[in-house]
C-alpha cells in the first residue's frame, strides 16, 4: 500500500494541474440561458448574467480578442450601445440579434465595431464574426447549422464593441441549438 501512496499522489496533482489548464464555462443555474420566442418575448426561464455588460473578463474569455491592443476590462461606455439577446432561444437553427450604436444628442453618428465569438464550454471557438462596422443598427441572423454550433448544447457568445477611443461595452451570452 506504501508502494502506490507516490503514484496516488502523483497522479491527484496532475489531474489537478490540469483541470487548472482547461477551464470549463459555468453557465449559472437553472438551463443557463435566456428564453426567448420568434417574436423575442421572453418565454421562459432567465439568466440574469447573459446579454448585460461584463465588467471583468477572464484570461480565456480575453484570449478570444488578441487583435485588440485596449485594456479588456477597461471602463465601459455603456450608453452607446443596445443589445438584444438573439431569438428565439433555444433556436431549431437560425436566430436573429440586433445591435445598435447610440448616438448622443447632437454629436455625429457614431462608428463602432463589433467582433463576436461564440465558445463551446471549453472556450474552444466555434465560430467568429467581424470586425463588423456599426452605424446604427445592425441585424444579424445566425444560422447555427452552418456555424457547425453542437446540438443540444450550450454555447457562449461574446460581443465587444470599440471605437477610436477604446473599449466601448462587452458582454455575453449563452444559446442553445436544438435542431
Known amino acids: 500500500m506504501l508502494r502506490r501512496l507516490p503514484f496516488l499522489l502523483l497522479s ?8 487548472d489548464s482547461s477551464p470549463v464555462i459555468d453557465f449559472g443555474e437553472g438551463e443557463g440561458i435566456t428564453y426567448r420566442d420568434a417574436s423575442n418575448r421572453p418565454n421562459g426561464p432567465s439568466d440574469p448574467t447573459d446579454w448585460t455588460s461584463d465588467v471583468t473578463w477572464n484570461e480565456q ?37 440586433t445591435v445598435q450604436c447610440q448616438q448622443a444628442s447632437g454629436a455625429t453618428p457614431p462608428n463602432c465595431t463589433l467582433r463576436v465569438v461564440f465558445v463551446n464550454r471549453n472556450y474552444g471557438v466555434l465560430h467568429q ?49 436544438i435542431k
Open 129 to 177: 464574426l467581424g470586425p463588423l462596422t456599426l452605424t446604427g443598427n445592425l441585424s444579424y441572423a445566425f444560422d447555427y447549422t452552418r456555424m457547425g454550433l453542437p446540438v443540444k448544447e450550450l454555447s457562449r457568445l461574446y460581443y465587444l464593441a470599440y471605437d477610436n477611443n477604446g473599449l466601448v461595452y462587452k458582454g455575453h451570452g449563452d444559446i442553445r441549438y
Open 12 to 19: 491527484v496533482l496532475l489531474a489537478c494541474s490540469k483541470s
Open 61 to 97: 474569455e480575453r484570449a478570444l480578442f488578441p487583435e485588440v491592443s485596449f485594456n479588456l476590462n477597461g471602463s465601459q461606455r455603456p450608453n452607446l450601445v443596445a443589445f438584444a439577446s438573439p431569438f428565439p432561444n433555444p433556436s431549431a437553427g437560425q436566430a436573429n440579434w
